[in-house]
């Protein structure tokens, strides 16, 4: 099966500990991919938003890359994917940077069950003109099919910045709980 598709991911979220601010961030994204086959595919990326526990007043990202399905069954997929990325950060107190990374990924998921579903991501961007500067990202969800369109899931997040200025935090770890609806 070819086709285009467009992946559109929109997270927000706010929380305090006592009288302090623990997070407010909001992220949206949209990945389109085309497949040439049924192993091969292109895509495009776009990613912005902002997080205010780490000082990031705006960030954005977006490159191009290639990818490849190595396993494509009815209820598991694989694939990694190459390609560039370009970032500018927007910091306060006032800082701008912006890199030029590569982008490696690897992307699955599994149907366990009808209910029961498996995700996984791994992104690595080293920056091209300073081989010490790089940034990760693991992402995994387990979510659970409570009704067709209602979802609960489970998910862990940690991003690793070698990049960011001294006064931010190099890594940010999220676990959450979700309730997802799907339209």
Known sequence: DTGLRNILDY????GTTG???????????VKTEYDFSK?????NAITAGYDEVRNIDL????????????VVLTNF????EL?????????????HTSRISMRMAEDLWWQLSPKIRWDEKFEFFPEL???EVYRLRLETNLSY???????????????????????????????????GIKF
């Open 11 to 14: 997270d927000v979220a706010y």
């Open 59 to 70: 960030e954005y990202n977006f490159g191009p890359g290639v990818g490849y399905k190595w």
């Open 145 to 179: 099919l409570l009704r067709e369109n209602l979802t609960l899931s489970l998910n862990l997040i940690d991003q690793y910045d070698t990049g960011v200025p001294s006064d931010v935090s190099k890594n940010d770890l999220q676990i959450r709980s979700l309730l």
């Open 39 to 43: 192993r091969v595919l292109i895509y």
């Open 19 to 29: 009288d302090v601010l623990s997070d407010n961030r909001m992220e949206g994204s």
């Open 77 to 80: 997929v694989f694939k990694t």
């Open 83 to 95: 390609g560039a990325d370009y970032q500018e950060q927007y910091f306060s107190p006032p800082n």
């Open 129 to 131: 003109d300073n081989t």
